[in-house]
């Protein structure tokens, strides 16, 4: 009888008690993972192979199997119809995909780019040649660039002003420190670069000693924060403010004549704070004078700020106002105040002493050569504001307030010249009835050339988050180049679009070249039919009708020059698509008229930059080898555009202070034209 194995939880089992234990706990929840087999038996027939049916899945096992697949199926089944929409609705761009790994494949893609961006670029510089030629032309281009989104564009209109710093838009307040014996306020601020630990350096006055009247100018470094009590954003403090540390002198006797007390030590009053072109810290302030009983001064603030110039990167600018500089004018009144400082095309230095009755002199020139250069009285547009409003004790006047700014009056990149580009200061219509100030604000717009005329004035500009019934006084005007500006660093190769100017120069002198070998030609068709006619003459006598014949021929070689003349001017005129005459086809057409009336031929005058109306552009053109000379129009210190951001100074019944920050296209809207 042959032997019987015996089953793994036999006792008889040679296996442990624990190897059964697991074994059947094994069994119990994880046998569906493996086929089901018969039963052991002692009567079962053992064999080398078993059936086919023990390696068959139970049942279970199988149904999850099926649910499994029909999952899968499903699955696949949805993406299928999502990827098919996403095809026949684009969502994929396989197209795009597509086209641009085949452009990247393409070697003429990258050339045909090029090429397109070149024209681009050529059709923008194009369009502002073209409206720079028409502001050349134009007796009044302010007309041109003006624009206006307020319905009523009335000259009694104001301008609303909302800070784009402040979420709420309103004006934020400004601390430097509470002192109830000398308030601080009429601030300044100026931004440092990018990278340093607070965004700007402010500046207040201060008044300690009221008996006396002695006034002090403290600064310290500042950056955002918020108010203790209602959590509004504000600029405060970040350190303990610091007293200016600048000379003080009693002014000489029989210098104050009117107001005899101000010959004692005034301190320092009314500090403008601006940068200069080259990036100089400048404050213009009050102080007793040296020529006079109160005049304006001029110092750099790194003389007298320590680590100043480091902070404002500033290493390669030298210092030039070291101390106290008093400012030139032709003729001093026994008080001055409020002066500021202002540049032209050139960046030569002037400085306005009044606003009303026009006086200006350039700052290099000394005393006994100082001219004022301002046009003669005030324009209408501006001398109408000042009105009496009936009252026996009330008085206004015309109150020169901040300092000056250059604008050009269209979107960065734009390329600033003389007939795009103004200059800005801020003026006060003051009110005063007794005791009673009250400020209307204006921004005057001159020329950016001296003598720097007036040529407009916006409305009363109107702060958000101010009371109008107190003393609002704006003290400065300052860009913020380093925390707001939206747009790239002006680049001259970049933007200056030189490569068209070269383009547009060749263009015209090969047209100058071209009429004057027309000319050329004709004056020497002129000269041969002169001389055969004298040959003929000495063999035959003058007939009226060879008279008759010598005449249409001048007259047809007139004609001849003049429609020369014309067809040249037109094409200079149809290749640079304007419709106004420019000053090089002019220059062209001139030539060629003088050369008419000359017997040997000249070459005709090629077009300088000089003749463009892209001054001063056009003007200072390096020669071949050097890089292109920097627009002089252009920094980023006392310059900008519509788009650019401008902080207003304020302050506050001469106890508090503030700072709105405002787009310049804000502040310049519905600007009123004087000449209108």
Request: proline share 6%.
């Amino acid at each position: 009888m042959d032997d019987h194995p015996l089953p793994l939880n036999s006792p008889s089992s040679d296996s442990s008690g624990s190897d059964s234990l697991s074994s059947g706990y094994i069994t119990k929840y994880f046998g569906f993972l493996r086929p089901r087999r018969h039963p052991a038996q002692f009567n079962q027939p053992s064999g080398p192979c078993h059936s086919w049916l023990t390696w068959i899945p139970s049942l279970k096992f199988r149904r999850r199997l099926k649910r499994t697949i029909r999952l899968l199926s499903l699955v696949s089944i949805f993406f299928v119809v999502i990827f098919t929409l996403g095809l026949y609705w684009g969502w994929l761009g396989i197209d795009t995909v597509i086209t641009t790994v085949s452009a990247k494949d393409s070697p003429s893609s990258e050339s045909e780019q090029h090429v397109d961006l070149r024209s681009q670029e050529r059709a923008k510089f194009q369009a502002q040649l073209n409206l720079t030629r028409q502001l050349a032309a134009h007796e009044s281009p302010l007309s041109l660039l003006r624009y206006c989104s307020n319905s009523r564009n009335k000259p009694s209109s104001a301008n609303y002003l909302v800070s784009a710093a402040v979420d709420e838009g309103t004006l934020a307040r400004m601390d430097f420190g509470r002192s109830p014996k000398a308030p601080r306020y009429n601030p300044n601020i100026l931004p440092f670069p990018k990278g340093y630990k607070h965004p700007y350096i402010g500046f207040a006055r201060q008044s300690p000693q009221k008996l006396l009247f002695h006034h002090e100018i403290v600064w310290c470094e500042m950056d955002w924060a918020e108010s203790p009590v209602i959590g509004r954003k504000m600029l405060a403090c970040v350190e303990k403010e610091t007293l200016v540390n600048l000379d003080e002198w009693a002014t000489k006797a029989g210098l104050c004549k009117r107001h005899k007390y101000l010959a004692l030590k005034q301190g320092h009053t009314d500090p403008r704070v601006l940068f200069s072109p080259l990036g100089e810290p400048l404050m213009v302030v009050g102080t007793n004078g040296l020529s006079n009983c109160m005049n304006q001064f001029v110092i750099d603030l790194r003389a007298v700020i320590p680590g100043l110039n480091w902070k404002m990167k500033l290493h390669g600018v030298p210092i030039r106002f070291k101390e106290l500089t008093e400012l030139p004018r032709p003729q001093y009144n026994e008080v001055e105040k409020n002066w500021f400082l202002m540049w032209d095309e050139s960046n030569v230095e002037y400085v306005q002493h009044e606003t009303e009755q026009r006086s200006i002199s350039a700052v290099s020139l000394p005393p006994e050569k100082q001219v004022n250069i301002a046009t003669p009285g005030i324009q209408k547009c501006v001398s109408s504001l000042k009105k009496r409003l009936g009252r026996k004790q009330q008085a206004n006047d015309i109150h020169q307030a901040t300092n000056s700014l250059r604008v050009t009056l269209c979107d960065f990149p734009c390329i600033p010249t003389i007939h795009n580009t103004v200059i800005i200061e801020l003026m006060h219509m003051k009110y005063q009835n007794r005791l009673e100030l009250f400020y209307r604000r204006y921004a005057i717009v001159m020329n950016a050339t001296a003598p720097f005329d007036i040529i407009g004035r916006t409305g009363n500009l109107m702060y958000a988050g101010t009371d109008e019934n107190v003393m609002l006084y704006t003290v400065s005007i300052t860009w913020d180049h380093e925390h707001y500006q939206q747009h790239e660093d002006w680049n001259e190769t970049v933007h200056g679009g030189h490569w068209f100017f070269e383009e547009v120069e060749e263009r015209e002198r090969k047209m100058a070249h071209v009429m004057s070998e027309n000319t050329n030609g004709e004056d020497e068709d002129e000269t041969e039919t002169g001389e055969k006619r004298q040959r003929t003459l000495l063999h035959k006598r003058a007939t009226p009708a060879d008279d008759m014949d010598t005449s249409v021929a001048s007259q047809s070689v007139a004609n001849a020059l003049s429609i020369s003349a014309v067809t040249v001017s037109t094409l200079s005129t149809a290749s640079l698509s304007t419709s106004l005459a420019t000053s090089s086809a002019t220059v062209i057409t001139s030539s060629a008229s003088s050369q008419s009336s000359q017997s040997s031929a000249t070459p005709a005058p090629e077009s300088t930059a000089a003749d463009s109306p892209l001054q001063p552009l056009m003007a200072k053109r390096p020669t071949e080898g050097q890089s292109f000379t920097q627009n002089p129009l252009v920094n980023k210190y006392y310059h900008g555009w519509l788009d650019d951001m401008i902080m207003v100074n304020l302050g506050i019944n001469d106890e508090d202070a503030g700072v709105l920050h405002i787009r310049a296209r804000d502040m310049l809207e519905c600007i009123h034209v004087c000449n209108e």
